[in-house]
Structures are given as structure tokens and as C-alpha cells.
């Protein structure tokens, strides 16, 4: 590993979020939380909003990376839940990383982005957009910012369909009853290395 490389984690306390910050920590990067609530076991902690972007803007100085999970998690009241933190929270960070001259941001979107898939399998990034709900669109927006970000504005971006990592037992036995569970299982180790190596990946635009 080159320098350690200072990284904002959004949505930093959920399952997913505790992972990428242990795993950046642990190979000795620097890390700054951004959630609603306190996240544990880290010392450079911003406590806020997506919506409020003067804090993301503050949160984002001095920042090399960004890994943005902060987000309504799946299918939810569109106008109340969807629309400010998986459409306005995107775009706050994509901007605020702009103006702070971030030099990469990494989406996280989801398997939703596909769902509609029926064969054949596996299903490629090359095969088009098939989402059936309102979290799916939301996902597959932030996937054509991304590459909106990357082209006009030249930030490396990395956009992740990331599987399912379990938030409680009861989550992980719902997942273990579903059919396609064993395909999406995301366990915190996968999400702890993957994360480390996309912002560690060397960047190409």
C-alpha cells in the first residue's frame, strides 16, 4: 500500500459501512464517519444528513475518497424516504465532492438495477437496466450520475451492485429462505476487502 489516503465513509454506522471503515482502518487509512447516528469505533465522526449540505460539504474537506452507502435501503415511500436520500443525498455528495476536488467516489447501487432479468444467467453488466421499483430507478440514477461525474466533470468513479449483507440475525435467516440468497449473500469480510481495494485501485479516467 502507497500513503494512507483519507476517506469519508457516508452511512457509515449500517452493517455495510462498519465493514469498509474497519477494513480501511485496519490498512492504516484515515477515516472520517458521516450518519445520522454515532458510528462505532470511529474517532472522526460527523454526525448529519444528506440533505444538509453545508455539513457534507464540511465533512468532505480534506478528503481523497469517498465510499457512499448512506441511504434508504430498499423499497420505501417514494416522495418522504426515496426521493430525499437516495436522489437528493446522491446528488449532495456527488457535488460536494466536486467542489472539494475528491479524487474518487464510489456508488454503491444494488442487484435491483437488474431484477427484472429472467435468464440467462448470470446476468452481465452488459445486459440492459430491468428494475420493477421505485429503490431500483433510484439506483439506476445513481449509476448514470456516476458516469455523468466521471465524463463531464473527470472524477474517478466506481459504481458497485453490491449483494445482500444481513443487518441482524433476522435478516440473515430471511435471507437464507430466499431463493437467490447463496448468489447475493455480501458478508462484512467481502465488503471489508472490497471496498479497500476500490480505494486503493489506482485511478483511470
Excluded at 116 to 141: D, Q
Aim: net charge negative; glycine share 8%; charged share 25%.
Amino acid at each position: 500500500m502507497s500513503d494512507p489516503i483519507s476517506v469519508l465513509v457516508t452511512g457509515s454506522a449500517g452493517r455495510v459501512g462498519q465493514a469498509a471503515s474497519a477494513g480501511l482502518l485496519a490498512r492504516g487509512h484515515k477515516v472520517r464517519a458521516f450518519d445520522l447516528r454515532q458510528s462505532p469505533g470511529i474517532e472522526d465522526a460527523v454526525v448529519g444528513d444528506l440533505s444538509e449540505r453545508r455539513r457534507l460539504s464540511e465533512a468532505m474537506a480534506g478528503i481523497e475518497a469517498v465510499v457512499h452507502l448512506a441511504a434508504t435501503p430498499d423499497e420505501d415511500h417514494f416522495l418522504s424516504r426515496l426521493v430525499p436520500n437516495n436522489i437528493i443525498g446522491l446528488y449532495n455528495v456527488l457535488e460536494s465532492a466536486r467542489e472539494a476536488r475528491v479524487r474518487r467516489v464510489i456508488l454503491a447501487s444494488s442487484g435491483q438495477v437488474v431484477m427484472g432479468h429472467e435468464g440467462p444467467w448470470p446476468i452481465t453488466s452488459e445486459m440492459p437496466l430491468s428494475p420493477r421499483n421505485w429503490y431500483g430507478s433510484a439506483k439506476v440514477l445513481a449509476e448514470v450520475a456516476g458516469q455523468v461525474y466521471a465524463h463531464v466533470h473527470g472524477l474517478s468513479v466506481i459504481v458497485a451492485r453490491l449483494g445482500w449483507c444481513p443487518r441482524d440475525k433476522k435478516h440473515a435467516e430471511e435471507l437464507s429462505r430466499d431463493e437467490f440468497g447463496k448468489d447475493v449473500y455480501f458478508s462484512p469480510d467481502d465488503a471489508s476487502r472490497f471496498f479497500v481495494c476500490a480505494v486503493e485501485a489506482a485511478t483511470s479516467i
